[in-house]
C-alpha cells in the first residue's frame, strides 16, 4: 500500500483543533482510496518558544525535510512579539524549503453564503498564486535613530527573475488546465523597477502558453473587482505583499477565515511543500471548540492533490463543501457543531460523498494541481 509520510505542526491557539479535524478527513479520504499516511507531531509554534525561546532549529528543518508534506495548523500567542515566528518559523521554512509559490484558492461553495451581494458559487472559483519568498518579505533593511524623533526606517523589496519566472510559469500552467486566463496584479505605475520586472516575466512566459489569455489589473483596482466581479478571473498571479492582503479579501468574499485554504508549494519537487489554513491561531476562541475546520480540512484537500492523490483530494474537498453547505452559520457557536464533531462529520461523509459532485465547472484546481504533481511539475526557465 502506498504510504505518505506527513509532518503535523499543530501549533498553538485553534492550531491543535482544526489540524486534528482535517486529518481525520485525510485519513478517511485515504482509506477510501487506498493509500496511507504515516503521521509525525512535531513541536513547534508559540508553546515551544515560550517554554525553551526556540523558535526554529536545524535539527527540526532536517528532520520535516525528510516527510513527503508537512501540514500546519497555526502559530502565534499574544505573548510573543509581532514577527518572532512569522519570521523566525513560517517564513524561515518558506525559504528553507524553496516553497515560492503561495496558493490560495477563492472558491464559494454551494449553499454558502458570502457577505458580497450577487457573489455566487457560479461567478467564484478563482485561485490566487503569489510569490511566497521575495519582495518586501526578504526583510532586509534597517531603522536608524529607533524611538527618537529622526527615526529612518528603509524596508527592502527583492524581486529576482528566477522566483517570479518560478511563479508566473506555475500560475500559466495551472490556468492552462482550468479556463485559461492569467491576471497579474501588481503596482506598475508607481513600484516601477519591480512591476517592469513582473510584466517582462509574464510577457515571456506568455509567449509559451499561447492559448492563455493574459491581461493586467492595479492591486488597488483588484480590491474593487475581486469583491464586487470574481467572475473575471481563474488565476491570479501576484507579489509577496499584494498577495497576503488579496488573498485574505478573498477568505472574505468566499466566506470568511473560516473557509480560506492555502499551500506553501515547492515547484521542483525538491523539498516539501506546506498546507495550512489562512487563518492565525485566533486566541480569542481556542479552547471553545467554535473554530470552523474546514479551511484546515480544505488545506489537507490540497495536500492530497500535491501528492497527486486526486481522488481522495476531491473526496475531502467535496465532504467538506457538503458539510459546510449544512451550518447555520459559519463559525462560532452558532455552527451548531464543535470543530471535533465537525470532523468527524467530514470524515463521515468523505466515505459515501460523489467527489465529482463539488468538482467545479471550470477545471478544478485540486484536479489541476494533482496533474501537475503528478508530472512532477518543474519550472521551465
Ligand atoms: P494570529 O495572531 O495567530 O494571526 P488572530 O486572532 O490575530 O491570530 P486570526 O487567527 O486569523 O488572527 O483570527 C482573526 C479572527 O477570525 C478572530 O476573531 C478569529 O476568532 C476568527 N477566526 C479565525 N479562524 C477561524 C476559524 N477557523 N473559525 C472561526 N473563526 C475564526
Given at each position: 500500500m502506498?504510504?505518505?509520510?506527513?509532518?503535523?505542526?499543530?501549533?498553538?491557539?485553534?492550531?491543535?483543533e482544526?489540524t486534528?479535524?482535517?486529518l481525520?478527513?485525510?485519513?478517511?479520504?485515504?482509506r477510501?482510496?487506498?493509500?496511507s499516511l504515516?503521521?509525525?507531531?512535531?513541536?513547534?509554534?508559540?508553546?515551544?518558544y515560550?517554554?525553551?525561546?526556540?523558535?526554529?532549529?536545524?535539527?527540526?528543518?532536517s528532520?520535516?525535510r525528510?516527510?513527503?508534506?508537512?501540514?500546519?495548523?497555526?502559530?502565534g500567542?499574544?505573548?510573543?512579539?509581532?514577527?518572532?515566528?512569522?519570521?523566525g518559523?513560517?517564513?524561515?521554512?518558506?525559504?528553507a524549503f524553496?516553497?515560492?509559490?503561495?496558493?490560495r484558492?477563492?472558491?464559494?461553495?454551494?449553499?454558502?453564503?458570502?457577505?458580497?451581494?450577487?457573489?455566487?458559487?457560479?461567478?467564484c472559483d478563482?485561485?490566487?498564486?503569489?510569490?511566497?519568498?521575495?519582495?518586501?518579505?526578504?526583510?532586509?533593511?534597517?531603522?536608524a535613530?529607533?524611538?527618537t524623533?529622526h527615526?529612518?526606517?528603509?524596508?527592502n523589496?527583492?524581486?529576482?527573475?528566477?522566483?517570479?519566472?518560478?511563479?508566473?510559469?506555475?500560475?500559466f500552467?495551472?490556468?492552462?488546465?482550468?479556463?485559461?486566463r492569467?491576471?497579474?496584479?501588481h503596482k506598475?505605475?508607481?513600484l516601477?523597477?519591480?512591476g517592469?520586472?513582473?510584466?517582462?516575466?509574464?510577457?515571456?512566459?506568455?509567449?509559451?502558453?499561447?492559448?492563455?489569455?493574459?491581461?493586467?489589473?492595479?492591486?488597488?483596482?483588484m480590491?474593487?473587482?475581486?469583491p464586487?466581479?470574481?467572475g473575471?478571473?481563474?488565476?491570479?498571479?501576484?507579489?509577496n505583499?499584494?498577495?497576503?492582503i488579496?488573498?485574505d479579501?478573498?477568505?472574505t468574499?468566499?466566506?470568511?477565515?473560516?473557509?480560506?485554504a492555502s499551500?506553501n508549494?515547492n515547484?521542483?519537487?525538491?523539498?516539501p511543500?506546506m498546507y495550512?489554513?489562512?487563518?492565525?491561531?485566533?486566541?480569542?476562541i481556542?479552547?471553545?471548540?467554535w473554530?470552523?475546520p474546514?479551511a484546515?480540512?480544505l488545506?489537507?484537500?490540497?495536500?492530497?492533490?500535491?501528492?497527486?492523490?486526486?481522488?481522495?483530494?476531491?473526496?475531502?474537498?467535496?465532504?467538506?463543501?457538503?458539510?459546510l453547505?449544512?451550518?447555520?452559520s459559519?463559525?462560532g457557536p452558532?455552527?451548531?457543531?464543535?470543530?471535533?464533531?465537525?470532523?468527524e462529520?467530514?470524515?463521515?461523509?468523505?466515505m459515501?460523498?460523489?467527489?465529482?459532485q463539488?468538482?467545479g465547472?471550470?477545471?478544478?484546481?485540486?484536479?489541476?494541481l494533482s496533474?501537475?504533481?503528478?508530472?512532477g511539475?518543474?519550472?521551465?526557465i
Amino acid at each position: 500500500m502506498r504510504t505518505y509520510r506527513l509532518a503535523v505542526v499543530k501549533g498553538d491557539g485553534i492550531g491543535p483543533e482544526v489540524t486534528e479535524a482535517a486529518l481525520r478527513g485525510m485519513h478517511a479520504a485515504a482509506r477510501r482510496c487506498g493509500f496511507s499516511l504515516d503521521t509525525a507531531d512535531v513541536d513547534l509554534g508559540a508553546e515551544r518558544y515560550l517554554r525553551t525561546g526556540e523558535v526554529l532549529d536545524e535539527g527540526t528543518v532536517s528532520a520535516l525535510r525528510t516527510h513527503d508534506a508537512v501540514l500546519l495548523g497555526a502559530v502565534g500567542d499574544p505573548r510573543v512579539p509581532p514577527g518572532i515566528l512569522e519570521r523566525g518559523l513560517i517564513v524561515a521554512l518558506r525559504v528553507a524549503f524553496a516553497q515560492s509559490v503561495n496558493i490560495r484558492p477563492v472558491r464559494l461553495y454551494p449553499g454558502v453564503q458570502s457577505p458580497i451581494r450577487g457573489v455566487t458559487a457560479q461567478n467564484c472559483d478563482l485561485v490566487v498564486i503569489r510569490e511566497n519568498t521575495e519582495g518586501l518579505y526578504t526583510g532586509g533593511g534597517t531603522l536608524a535613530h529607533a524611538g527618537t524623533p529622526h527615526a529612518v526606517a528603509v524596508q527592502n523589496s527583492l524581486t529576482t527573475v528566477a522566483a517570479t519566472t518560478d511563479t508566473v510559469e506555475f500560475a500559466f500552467r495551472l490556468a492552462q488546465e482550468r479556463r485559461r486566463r492569467v491576471t497579474l496584479c501588481h503596482k506598475t505605475n508607481i513600484l516601477m523597477h519591480a512591476g517592469q520586472l513582473w510584466q517582462e516575466v509574464v510577457d515571456q512566459v506568455a509567449l509559451r502558453y499561447p492559448e492563455v489569455e493574459h491581461d493586467y489589473v492595479h492591486a488597488d483596482a483588484m480590491c474593487q473587482h475581486l469583491p464586487l466581479d470574481p467572475g473575471r478571473f481563474d488565476v491570479v498571479v501576484t507579489d509577496n505583499l499584494f498577495g497576503d492582503i488579496i488573498s485574505d479579501l478573498g477568505a472574505t468574499v468566499q466566506g470568511g477565515l473560516g473557509l480560506a485554504a492555502s499551500a506553501n508549494y515547492n515547484v521542483a519537487g525538491s523539498a516539501p511543500s506546506m498546507y495550512e489554513p489562512v487563518h492565525g491561531s485566533a486566541p480569542d476562541i481556542a479552547g471553545k471548540g467554535w473554530a470552523n475546520p474546514a479551511a484546515a480540512a480544505l488545506s489537507a484537500a490540497l495536500c492530497l492533490a500535491g501528492l497527486g492523490e486526486r481522488e481522495a483530494a476531491l473526496c475531502l474537498e467535496a465532504a467538506t463543501a457538503s458539510v459546510l453547505a449544512e451550518l447555520p452559520s459559519l463559525a462560532g457557536p452558532g455552527m451548531g457543531s464543535d470543530t471535533a464533531a465537525l470532523g468527524e462529520r467530514i470524515a463521515a461523509r468523505v466515505m459515501d460523498v460523489d467527489p465529482a459532485q463539488h468538482a467545479g465547472g471550470g477545471g478544478s484546481l485540486m484536479s489541476a494541481l494533482s496533474r501537475l504533481a503528478r508530472e512532477g511539475a518543474t519550472a521551465v526557465i
